[in-house]
């Protein structure tokens, strides 16, 4: 009888993997990473019983629970990318639209598919009864449920999972320790592990790459990377935010410094974890919470992140508002079929004749700047004031811009991007 089910889980499976192939082709494989309560990692030393779900990737290689025999010896880097919002649950064949878009702009012109890990975990935001062994049929746990989150604004913020408490952040965790330790046998020869994240993402990464202790210097033996490119907002350091000086409402640009700071007297929450570290809920942010209600932890944690490696990127062009017209003049480059709609979320995601505005509409995002190009250009000032002001040090963070509006494609095709995350292209 065992026998039998084992066989029907094996046609079920062959029958879901002939669909995927059909739909989506096979260059990617569907990966699975069992995940602990409360955000901790599956290591070698823990029982299988501690996992209480698992998070799905789609990946270029299958790497997870492979035989080190089977290894992976051409692999030198890894690229995870982060998750963007989209307006809808993500879906897979986004997932896959994503991985392709990855691969065609970075990998390809470099000649770098052979030699990159090349993946992507997906944050599932709908209830989906998917048991592990249904997604990836190679699973060890092969019961355990697909973990979700409330929305896209839970797990951008590191916020923990529906069931679980799972942070989304301890997940990212989880997967650098794997590449770094559990697969070193499978992996011998990796040398860097690079996060990208874009929009919705980069708010991920930036958040992530300033609390995780796995992006720092010297953790593995490989290097991790990140790249934050068109973020909506970013975590200040404390309780200083640019002055309205530095907050022009009307469009004008990446290119210029802000050097006059204020604490908002007129927006109470605009310090609060995700924007600021003065309050975290007592509940759903785990791994935040951890970190911030420990004054040598969190001191640590500023001296740490200067000296992780962190590219942060805007368009030149990312310069719209479309949520607060009454308030901010947009450019021209924000109006589309003769100024009838307004979008500031172009090209990355459009509707014809529809106003689409993400940016503004709150007085925490609106006091960081009007426009992402603002706030980028203030929270790199706001960095290089803060380790200035309170540890001394003369701190000019690693950033670049690309021509152009939010678009992803044009950052990834940025010569500085590519040459932070070592795709040369080749002639």
């Known amino acids: 009888q065992q026998q039998q089910q084992q066989q029907q889980q094996q046609q079920q499976q062959q029958r879901a993997d002939g669909i ?47 035989k080190p025999s089977k290894k992976l010896s051409k692999i030198t880097k890894a690229l995870i990318i982060v998750q963007e919002y989209s307006g809808d649950p993500k879906q897979e064949n986004a997932i896959v639209d994503d991985m392709n878009i990855y691969s065609d702009e970075l990998l390809q012109p470099a000649k770098m598919k052979s030699k990159t890990l090349l993946m992507m975990p997906w944050f599932l935001e709908e209830k989906r009864d998917m048991k592990q062994n249904e997604w990836n049929m190679h699973a060890a746990l092969k019961n355990l ?10 797990y951008a913020a590191g916020g923990d999972s529906v069931f679980g408490n799972v942070s989304a952040f ?6 650098v320790r794997l590449l770094q330790e559990e697969l070193a046998e499978v992996l011998p020869n990796l040398k860097t592990i690079d996060l990208v994240g874009f929009s919705g993402g980069c708010k991920v990464v930036t958040r992530w ?10 953790y593995g033996r490989a290097s991790v990377r990140t790249v934050g490119g068109g973020c909506g907002s970013f975590v200040y350091l404390d309780e200083f935010r640019p002055a309205e000086s530095c907050r022009i409402p009307q469009g004008h640009g990446a290119d210029f410094t802000c050097s006059s700071w204020e604490v908002p007297k007129d927006c109470h929450d605009y310090n609060e974890f995700e924007d600021g570290l003065a309050m975290v809920e007592a509940s759903g942010y785990i791994y935040v919470q951890r970190i911030v209600s420990d004054a040598a932890v969190l001191s640590q944690a500023y001296d740490d992140f200067p000296t992780k490696e962190v590219l942060f990127v805007v368009g030149t062009e990312d310069d719209c508002n479309c949520d607060d017209q009454d308030v901010y003049k947009n450019p021209d480059q924000c109006w589309h079929e003769f100024g009838f709609s ?23 995002k609106n006091i960081q700047g009007w426009s992402r190009a603002q706030r980028w250009a ?20 690693n950033h670049c811009t690309y021509s152009g509006q939010h678009d992803k494609e044009a950052m990834l095709k940025s010569h500085h991007v590519r040459s932070f995350l070592g795709f040369h292209d080749e002639a």
């Not at 449920?145 to 839970?154: M, Q, V």
């Not at 790459?209 to 010297?218: H, L, N, Q």
Request: net charge negative; charged share 15%.
């Open 20 to 66: 995927w192939d059909w739909f989506f082709g096979d260059d990617f494989q569907r990966e699975s990473l069992p995940l602990a309560a409360r955000g901790q990692s599956l290591g070698s030393k823990q029982n299988a019983q501690d996992a209480v779900g698992y998070m799905p990737i789609v990946s270029s290689h299958r790497f997870i629970g492979v």
């Open 145 to 154: 449920s697909i973990l979700r989150w409330a929305d896209a604004g839970s």
């Open 170 to 175: 301890a997940a990212f965790d989880t997967l």
């Open 209 to 218: 790459v300033f609390f995780s202790e796995w992006a720092k210097p010297g």
């Open 342 to 364: 307004c979008s500031d979320v172009y090209p990355d995601y459009y509707v014809p004749f529809a106003t689409v505005g993400v940016v503004g509409g709150s007085c925490k």
């Open 378 to 397: 203030n929270y790199l000032s706001h960095l290089q004031d803060f380790y200035n002001r309170t540890r001394g040090i003369n701190y000019v963070p």
